[in-house]
């Protein structure tokens, strides 16, 4: 052997159940929808306008999938179109029984609690409203063909259709309580997300296009905003397209009230509550009003910003249209995934101390400490999430397989060197080794 040192290939990543430039085709295409609605789309309503935002994003995807990906047979859908079960009438007409069920326990928990009464959700419930009927239509034809190719056919709706004609002994409570819980994540998320996508069409529509390049400040609060526009659009269509067919269906739904109280704290009605009592880390300037008279640093600053943004919703990408929350979908490995494990929750928290700038309070030292304190007691409940996140996808030999691998080659593994305890460790929060038993 010469005496050149040959470097360690690294060891190749799970593959991802998406593709980026897929993806990246559908932003593609939202992006010419765009440009038409804002041209010719003045008579469209901002719910017509965000439903067909949705659409010209998730359909490119979903066909372009089809065609190179095959999803359809992927094992992971737990279909087999090479073979087929006799036609079962019975067990068709349970798992409807459990999907309308399904849908009826969604309404009620809408109904009974005061938060969907707001106006603030007429957009989502109109849209709810005119996609119900397809929905419950499509709904038989649907079932009919997938219970006829499904490996393992008594499924989540299955164990929801013999709960509600009472045969509960049957049950197998764990794929109920998954099935159930899978639900829930889109029950709460959907309102919030859809909600988002179409205040967003209202954003894009009525912007003053002409004005961006005024300044760097202008053009920094369009770019911002567009980011956030770009990824509300996957989050949804994540939440919306849990589709087995697709291979875009729930395979588990996070099981631990901690990782379930970390993530909803993040969001609306709940960090409105906490944000204001407990982690109200703001004061009387932000970065903008802090580097105003250096328009230099200003543009800089404001780069880093945009920067962070960017990688936020370059982590967004990867999904397709597989995003959720608190639950598994498939372990992504592409796009901002092969640097690190949680590139979105890392970026977002490191932007919160730019924009924020708690460090830098005019009313005292003491008071810049605690307004940090707050940002960091932030910063944790997020690394919760991520470990939380971590713990469930253990389940999946691809996640401990893909984490495992990025203890050291993520652009963070010399972190994880100096504080062995921030290391991937499988089925735990924290990488701690077990004491001995004495």
Known sequence: MSGINKKKSKPPLPKSPTSMPINLAGVSVWIVCLVCVLRYGKNLIHLEVGIIFLVSMALPII????????????????LDFSA???WNIFRILVKLTGFYATLALAALLYWIFPEYHRNYYGAYFAFVKMLLGWLACAAIPYFIVIDHYMVK????YWQMGLLVFGQWGKINRRKLSQHLLGWLVKIFYLPLMFTATVENAIFVRNYEY???FDSY???????????????VLFVTCGYLLTIRLLDSHIRTAEPTFLGWFVALECYEPFWMFSSARYFNYFHEINWEQWLAGHPTLYMLWGIVILFLIFVYVYASVPFGIRFSNLTNRGILTNGAYRFCKHPAYFAKNLSWWMISIPFMCSRGGGEAIRLSLL???????YFLRARTEERHLSQDPAYVEYATIMNKRSVLARVGKLFPVLQYRPNKLFNVKEQPAP
């Open 210 to 212: 002409s004005t961006i």
């Open 153 to 156: 056919p008594e499924d989540g």
């Open 217 to 231: 400040g202008r053009f920094h609060h369009f770019l911002y905003n567009f980011f956030f526009v770009v990824d």
């Open 84 to 86: 087929r079960h006799h």
């Open 63 to 78: 066909i372009l999938e089809m065609i190179f990906l095959r999803t359809y047979k992927n094992p992971s859908t737990g």
């Open 375 to 381: 940002l960091l007691g932030v910063n944790i409940i």
